[in-house]
């Protein structure tokens, strides 16, 4: 079996007008260093998660009770977070009575799995013990747990397992392996003994941690996943430990690389993340329905199904596996909203499985300007997210035979015109497409796609460069990492801090000549001038306002006399240089 090895790096990190005071490096910390060791490409382990790419994360809990409301106050962001000191800073004593009103007389095991499985996924991660200590399951090492502290007395666990199995769908569980906000000597745990004295994490460790994981690998009949996270400050021999009793339970289950210290079979990007840039290796990004994770009373903001489906093929294009969240009530009921958009998102799956399953990498290795690209074999698939005004795909760089293009609708393929231009493959789409969310077209090829790699300006759709596929020089290039709320997550790569003759500067391919309009997204401070130009062409240059968060501003007309090739670079002429972070410039071109 072939190993690839992925590290995720989580580099400099800041947190723009966040109103939370959590900071982006301690999460850096938490989650740890992961390494990729392990492809199951040809073996049962792993299968799932490398031919389905698509899961249910699902985050309930004691805090879901609360709903992100405690005495009367509302506090905005992850739910399963209230009880720390950063959001109600909710004694323990306190919090743990939660549990005697906990009676989530509305779970439905089978529903939850059902609509998984109706929405397209194939397997389930579920909150076990998050950082609260309150642990999902019936544990006999400990008493604060759904069946002793609470008036339901369920396991809810072992029905997830039943219903899994019923609906041929894999289980997996979620476990904080070291914060525990509730037993002493739990990582960020300011819980006493009995005795009134601290006790050390070795206690926390021995008593808890290392015996409930071995009830979770161990009482519920085969599992796909275990998924740990944060590790924080836990020393790796006890990661060890954990490893090797999950590998004893469960030969077949993958470990998540948030386990810590290199010691997880796949990388799990940061929360919220979807990457621009193809992946090697094993690898997740973990999203959310709506903004919190566990369920937030107020959170109405949902994905609509195109923002579900966008976000998944994404994924799957840039060589990951997507693992979406739901946050049910503190009842154990599923907000109707977000039934409803994973159903409707699951019945374009139902009518393009191939798009998504068993499919690898797009050959260009980044998004293009109308949509996404996932492959399998010879087939491209083209996933379109914005139909161009004049109904033409422009593929830059395909340099293998087209043998057909063909649009996919209602199990019928309509063969479409294909010609080719100066480097670029032209797919001619007819004016009436019946499929509302996300149009399809297949490529068949004379065998596997081979792409040059350059970006192209695509006149028929605007096309957006960002930073993070720019040469930059004499200027900070790093990505950026802040929270709109707490624990919502956004990125970023920007160029800063510019030096005399600092530059971002991108090698496309220009298909149409003429008039662009030229867009930048940056933020900074005051007024800044920026100014773009074109090797060997002309010069543009405006001065616009700036904030301390991204923006578009426009910049001119830039114009390109003829098809080909050009370096096209910007720079930061005037104003707060150092504070002048560019994330993105945005090309449209102008019929005249």
């Excluded at 009575?97 to 609509?115: C, G, M, Q, R, S």
């Excluded at 107020?298 to 994404?314: C, F, G, N």
């Excluded at 698939?381 to 914005?386: D, P, Q, R, S, V």
């Excluded at 006149?459 to 720019?470: I, K, N, Y």
């Amino acid at each position: 079996m072939m190993n690839f090895f992925y590290r995720y790096l989580l580099v400099v990190i800041c947190i723009l007008g966040s109103t939370a005071s959590l900071k982006a490096q301690e999460m850096d910390e938490m989650w740890g260093d992961q390494v990729v060791k392990l492809r199951a490409d040809d073996a049962e382990r792993g299968q799932l998660f490398n031919d389905g790419n698509y899961a249910m994360f699902i985050h309930w809990g004691l805090y879901s009770h609360l709903g992100n409301k405690y005495k009367g106050k509302t506090y905005y962001g992850i739910g399963e977070w209230i009880m720390n000191p950063r959001v109600a800073d909710i004694p323990y004593q306190e919090y743990m009575k939660i549990a005697d009103d906990f009676n989530p007389t509305k779970f439905d095991a089978d529903a939850i799995v059902k609509l998984a499985k109706d929405a397209g996924m194939k397997y389930v991660v579920i909150t076990s013990k998050h950082h609260d200590g309150f642990a999902m399951f019936d544990s006999d090492c400990n008493d604060f747990n759904i069946v002793d502290a609470t008036p339901w007395g369920r396991d809810p666990m072992k029905d997830l397992a039943v219903a899994c199995q019923k609906y041929g769908l894999g289980l997996g569980f979620y476990y904080s392996h070291f914060q525990d906000w509730t037993y002493p000597g739990g990582g960020k745990s300011r819980a006493l003994r009995k005795n009134g004295e601290n006790a050390g994490f070795d206690y926390y460790y021995e008593t808890k941690c290392k015996p409930q994981v071995e009830e979770i690998t161990s009482m519920y009949g085969p599992i796909e996943i275990v998924w740990f996270d944060t590790p924080g400050g836990i020393p790796k021999n006890y990661v060890e430990e954990l490893v090797a009793i999950t590998r004893k339970n469960q030969p077949n289950a993958l470990i998540c690389g948030r386990a810590g210290h290199g010691l997880g079979d796949y990388a799990s990007l940061g929360d919220m993340e979807v990457p621009n840039k193809n992946h090697d290796g094993m690898w997740e990004t973990v999203d959310t329905t709506n903004d919190s994770w566990a369920y937030a009373w107020y959170d109405e903001y949902w994905k609509t199904p195109k923002d579900i489906l966008q976000r998944l093929i994404s994924t799957v294009g840039r060589g990951g596996t997507y693992m979406l969240n739901i946050g049910p009530r503190g009842d154990g009921s599923v907000p109707d909203r977000a039934q409803a958009t994973l159903r409707k998102s699951g019945e374009w799956i139902q009518r393009y499985p191939y798009v998504v399953y068993g499919t690898s990498a797009s050959p260009w290795g980044h998004a293009l300007p109308w949509g996404d690209v996932t492959v399998k074999d010879n087939r491209l698939f083209l996933a379109i997210y914005e139909i161009p005004e004049n109904r033409v795909l422009n593929l830059p760089g395909l340099m293998t035979e087209v043998i057909s293009a063909t649009l996919v609708e209602g199990g019928e393929k309509k063969p479409l015109n294909v010609s080719t231009q100066d480097g670029w493959t032209c797919i001619q789409l007819p004016q009436v497409i019946s499929e509302k969310i996300i149009p399809v077209v297949e490529i068949e090829l004379v065998s596997a796609a081979n792409v040059d790699h350059s970006l192209g300006i695509d006149p028929s759709v605007e096309t957006t460069l960002l930073t993070e596929f720019a040469n930059v020089t004499n200027a900070k290039f790093h990505q950026i990492r802040w929270m709109e709320k707490f624990g919502e997550w956004k990125h970023a790569y920007q160029a800063t801090e510019w030096k005399k003759d600092g530059k971002a500067t991108w090698d496309v391919s220009v298909l149409q000549p003429g008039h662009y309009n030229v867009d930048l997204t940056y933020r900074g401070d005051k007024r800044v001038v920026w100014c773009v130009e074109i090797e060997g062409g002309e010069k543009i240059q405006n001065q616009q306002n700036a904030s301390d968060h991204f923006q578009r501003f426009p910049i001119g007309w830039v114009h390109f006399p003829k098809p080909g090739r050009y370096k096209i670079s910007v720079s930061c002429l005037e104003g707060d240089k150092k504070a002048a972070a560019l994330k993105a410039a945005h090309f449209t071109y102008i019929e005249l």
